[in-house]
């Protein structure tokens, strides 16, 4: 067993639940549950009395459950809003191919009763209030974790007065890789008269940063245009004709028209959609607590969030308006919006084909 980003990490189911729940553990149901078109998801019930929930795709897809362990790591620790306990990731040389896997704690869903949109909708607000700069201390500041302490409002450094924007990790968004950080600056390019560029061997997701170099964007709308939207248009350029192409490089040139830099960088969930919030029973069954689920978070504009909710049949309206009584939106959301769900419908559009072109297309004319 080893650990991978504070989460326990085994190389087999069977090491897993032994380690965890002891040497007499056995698995006396397994039922199959639906949602989700990604990974294969289990309800397992153990000898134990307990009950766990586990994820499993194929063996080289490890990394999109070490992913979404940090994402729910992330949310745990602003302490605002629950998360699935996570018990470990894993992977097993088991049928025959072999696969991955992620363990959480099996939770018990219901029907949303009274209050429990107003109750989520404060939730979430504090969730885009709480401090992202611990996100960042590894690279700001020279500070390391466990330095001295970041008294930052948000992730602006009280000192420096930057904020950052992306996630210390790369992570997934539905299949697709999303990426959080800047892409380094190619050895070649650097004023230092040595050309390293040909080098080889680095390991994926290795960075070729000094120690000055910052790997997050300062700004909000360099990062949305780079690592969201230019990122999806390149993925689906095949999709489009040359006149179309030359619309979607108007608009990439004319962000700053359009969307604005926030009043302070929010962790946002990244996937906010229904499907992804869950209503748990807890004991007795007599309370509702809202549960967030497979997170692709990063730090942004919480307005990227709250456009998500809207795009996919959206939430109740008493959800938006508790919402905007804890935490206001900035005038001229609604006229944004649309740009922001532009990169869920583009991932859609790679992932899934051309019934999502016209909506794409719609958005793109929509800004010019």
Sequence with gaps: ?????????????ASALVDIFGKKVAI????????????KAYALTLNTGDKIFMKANAKDCASFFTAEAAGLNAIKSTKTIETPEIICTGTDDGEEVGYSFLLLRYLKSREPEEKFWETFAEQLANLHKADTSRFFEENSSGKSKGGEEV???????????????????????GRTPQQNRMEPA?????TTGTDNSTETGKEAGSSTFNKTEQPF?????????????EVQFKKAEKNFSEGELKKITKLLDSLEKIIVEPEKPSLLHGDLWRGNLMCTEQKGGKSQTPVLI???VYVGNREADIAMTELFGGFPEEFYQAYRASFHLEPGYEERRDLYNLYHLLNHLNLFGQSYLEPVLSIVDEYL
């Excluded at 067993?1 to 189911?13: A, C, D, G, I, R």
């Excluded at 190619?186 to 650097?190: N, R, Y």
């Design 1 to 13: 067993m080893k650990t991978t980003e504070n989460v326990p990490h085994y190389q087999s189911l």
């Design 294 to 296: 497979d997170p692709a």
């Design 186 to 190: 190619a050895e070649s390019d650097k």
């Design 217 to 229: 964007f300062s700004s909000w709308i360099d990062f949305f245009r780079q690592n969201r939207l």
């Design 151 to 173: 008294t930052a409002e948000g992730s602006d450094n009280s000192k420096t007065g930057h904020k950052f924007y992306g996630f210390p990790k790369d992570n997934f968004i």
């Design 28 to 39: 006396t149901n397994t039922d199959r549950v639906s949602g989700g078109d990604i990974n």
